[in-house]
């Protein structure tokens, strides 16, 4: 069954990411039609417990992040139903525990020493991340308490959140994969160029590298201020594209290893390195992007492709618009990554999950749990799924080609996963990592090339991946 689950639980973070410190937002409490409402409760009695019968019913959850997912603070925004769901069935709450991007896990380390845990927050293997350093830190708690992945409803899941075990214990709570960066483009800036369309091409299986790369350079003028590159995320997208990442974990083993002598990432670092030295890439003092942010030149055919994740051209129709491109008249759309030429020809897309963590010491778990059921209900049952959908097409005008591609996108996720767990490690092989394709992306004119940047960092990366091995297995050992 196909699922647009990730969307709903990054939707607000442009929004949260811009208005970190801001004053306090207030939710507002936005309905279903009624006809919606009483399919979504009528099929919930199938899957979900009776809410006598559910530990975490009629309880408040504190939920702790710099956004939140699962409230509404503007009319014009899609329902979660996942909470509308712990909402209306349940008779939960949620109280959003808010903090700054910046501070989040010093904010959260405070609040634990000081007696006042929230109760859930984000798992991710993207942007804060607490596996598996946080783990060992206890700033999380393991959930197999609370969540039985061998039930119907999360058998499902049982093989993803197998990636996140520490000492034979879960410790994320897995609603959903998801996937994580496509390439973003505006049509009619497309058309202007007489370009194919890259949603075609990748019906086509024409949608390579090759491609994308000869549309960068016959688009970049940095004269007339055209880059064909924005944004943070198109080295490690095509990186992504491999299917190969420097660093994972082996599930058989449970360790660690770098992976830098594999020749696809030599492939694709290469195409970084002349993507960059050919000037196709938005580059001003490091990773500045042109204002306001991301997306900012599509609009006005400056930017030929922004690889980002869909939450970021994902929201309110009259904030889109003006940056991406007129959503309604369906200029926005996106493709999948571009495989490698000369790779297995599979499309590879970064995976990633959904779902909720529980704090160390919280005081509502069940609620966490309860909720984090609903959340996995609305991904698995038709009858929300369509209504989610209907949601996307009707508020933020989502066209049926958009949702086709997103089913398409969560589909290559899920059948090839490359997961990136490299968010949450010792400084020292974070910083390695970091480093290693720092030197391309930044190099400027003259960036260093793969050879070069490989010799530079291979050796004090392996001996950090051995120290991260020991670390686990003392954990694993309980010294």
Request: glycine content about 8%; some cysteine; aromatic content about 12%.
């Amino acid at each position: 069954m196909k699922r647009l689950a990730a969307i709903l639980l990054t939707v607000l973070m442009i929004v949260a990411l811009v208005g970190c410190g801001s004053k306090k937002r207030q939710p507002i409490q936005l309905t279903l039609s009624t006809e919606d409402s009483e399919a979504i409760l009528a099929a919930a009695g199938i899957r979900l417990p009776p809410e006598e019968e559910a530990p975490g019913a009629g309880t408040n959850v504190l939920w702790y992040s710099w956004y939140d997912p699962l409230e509404n603070y503007n009319e014009d925004e899609i329902v979660n139903t996942g909470n509308w769901t712990f909402k209306q069935k349940y008779h939960g709450t949620v109280q959003w525990v808010e903090c700054v991007y910046e501070n989040y896990y010093d904010d959260l380390a405070n609040l634990l020493t000081g007696g006042t845990p929230p109760d859930a927050t984000q798992a991710t293997v993207g942007v804060m991340a607490l596996y598996p350093m946080n783990c060992i830190k206890e700033m999380i708690q393991p959930v197999d308490q609370w969540i039985d992945f061998d039930d119907p409803l999360w058998e499902a899941m049982k093989p993803v959140a197998d990636n996140f075990v520490l000492g034979g214990k879960h410790y994320h709570i897995v609603t959903d994969i998801s996937f994580n960066n496509v390439v973003v483009y505006n049509r009619r800036v497309i058309d202007e160029w007489g370009f194919e369309d890259p949603a075609q091409l990748y019906w086509n299986d024409e949608w390579t590298w090759d491609e994308f790369y000869d549309m960068c350079m016959d688009f970049t003028d940095a004269d007339a201020d055209r880059f064909a590159l924005d944004g943070y995320a198109y080295a490690g997208g095509l990186l992504e594209s491999t299917g190969d990442l420097f660093f994972g974990l082996d599930p058989d083993t449970g360790k660690f290893y770098a992976n830098l002598d594999s020749p696809a990432i030599e492939r694709s670092q290469d195409l970084i390195y002349n993507l960059v030295k050919n000037g196709c890439c938005y580059q001003r003092g490091g990773w500045a992007l042109r204002e306001p942010g991301f997306g900012a030149g599509m609009n006005e055919g400056l930017c030929l492709f922004y690889i980002i994740a869909t939450w970021g051209f994902t929201g309110r129709v009259d904030d889109i618009s003006p940056i991406w491109g007129d959503v309604s008249q369906g200029e926005v759309m996106f493709a999948p990554l571009p495989r490698d030429p000369q790779g297995d020809g599979v499309y590879y897309m970064r995976s990633g999950i959904s779902g909720y963590s529980i704090i160390s010491n919280s005081g509502n778990p069940e609620g966490v749990a309860l909720l984090a059921a609903c959340e996995r209900f609305k991904i698995v049952d038709p009858t929300v799924i369509s209504i989610d959908k209907k949601q996307l097409k009707e508020i933020y005008l989502w066209t049926d080609e958009m949702l086709e591609m997103y089913d398409e996108c969560y589909r290559l996720a899920a059948a090839n996963p490359v997961m990136d767990i490299n968010n949450n490690l010792p400084s020292n092989l974070g910083d390695a990592l970091g480093a290693l394709q720092n030197g391309i992306i930044h190099g400027g004119s003259e960036p260093a090339s793969w050879a070069q940047q490989k010799e530079k960092y291979a050796e004090q990366i392996g001996y950090y991946v051995d120290e991260l091995n020991a670390m686990i297995e003392d954990f694993n050992n309980g010294v």
